[in-house]
Every structure is written in C-alpha cells, then in structure tokens.
C-alpha cells in the first residue's frame, strides 16, 4: 500500500453560518447529500459539521486531483460518512469513483477535526 494522493482543507466555520443564514436548505441540496444533510442538521450545531463536510470533500478531491476527469468532480459525488467504528469514510461516486479507479484507489483516508471557529480535513487516496 503506498499514498498515490493527499488532500487538506481548512474551512471557517463562521462563513457556512453565513451561508446556511442566507441560502438555508440550497446550501444543504447542492452540497451535501440527503444522509450527510440529515446528520448536519440533526447537530447541535450544523455549521461546525457541514464545515467539517465540506473541509473532507475538498480534501478528497486535492487527493485526487491530477488528470482533467478530476475537474467536473461534484459535492455530491464524495459523501462523508460514519463507517460502523465511528471513524469518518468516505464513500465516492460518479465522476469521483472514476477518478479514484483510474488511479488505482484501494482506500481513501480521512481524518477530520472542527471547533467553534474551524474545521479541518485530510485525505490520503492509497494504490
């Protein structure tokens, strides 16, 4: 197993406040997918988790940025999910899930972290 791609992203937490005040659910439809959507909404907080969302699907996409195929890649086409452990995951689709096969992708790594103010993300593709 070697690393083929890595991906960070950091995210304002206070500007998808600002966008979730002004766009409400637009923000959620265009970027989000129902479960992830659902799961943001159902926090304390959503800005902080839909920040953190966000923050993993850039990260995932800088991972597997290196061809044009990589360029029409959707928000919707890499959802951010809870595997049965509790870690984050990554499940991909579309353009996305060609991507990653045309490189060779095995697994997608992510770690993510968020507080009141930020929200962070990394991702490592491995072959």
């Given at each position: 197993?070697?690393a083929?791609?890595?991906g960070?992203d950091?995210v304002?937490v206070a500007?998808?406040?600002?966008?979730?005040?002004?766009?409400g659910?637009?923000?959620?439809d265009?970027l989000?997918?129902?479960d992830?959507?659902?799961?943001?909404?159902?926090r304390?907080?959503?800005?902080?988790h839909v920040a953190?969302r966000?923050?993993a699907?850039e990260a995932?996409?800088?991972?597997l940025?290196g061809?044009e195929a990589a360029?029409?890649?959707?928000?919707?086409?890499?959802?951010?999910?809870?595997a049965?452990?509790?870690?984050?995951?990554?499940?991909l689709?579309g353009l996305?899930?060609?991507r990653?096969a045309?490189?060779?992708v095995r697994?997608?790594?992510?770690?993510?972290s968020?507080?009141h103010?930020?929200?962070?993300?990394?991702?490592?593709?491995?072959t």
């Amino acid at each position: 197993m070697s690393a083929a791609g890595v991906g960070v992203d950091l995210v304002e937490v206070a500007r998808v406040r600002t966008m979730l005040a002004e766009k409400g659910a637009q923000v959620f439809d265009r970027l989000l997918t129902k479960d992830e959507a659902d799961y943001c909404r159902s926090r304390p907080d959503p800005a902080e988790h839909v920040a953190v969302r966000l923050a993993a699907k850039e990260a995932v996409y800088k991972a597997l940025q290196g061809s044009e195929a990589a360029r029409g890649i959707g928000w919707r086409e890499i959802e951010v999910v809870r595997a049965a452990d509790g870690r984050p995951d990554v499940v991909l689709t579309g353009l996305a899930a060609q991507r990653a096969a045309e490189l060779g992708v095995r697994r997608v790594l992510l770690s993510l972290s968020h507080t009141h103010e930020a929200a962070i993300a990394m991702a490592v593709i491995t072959t």
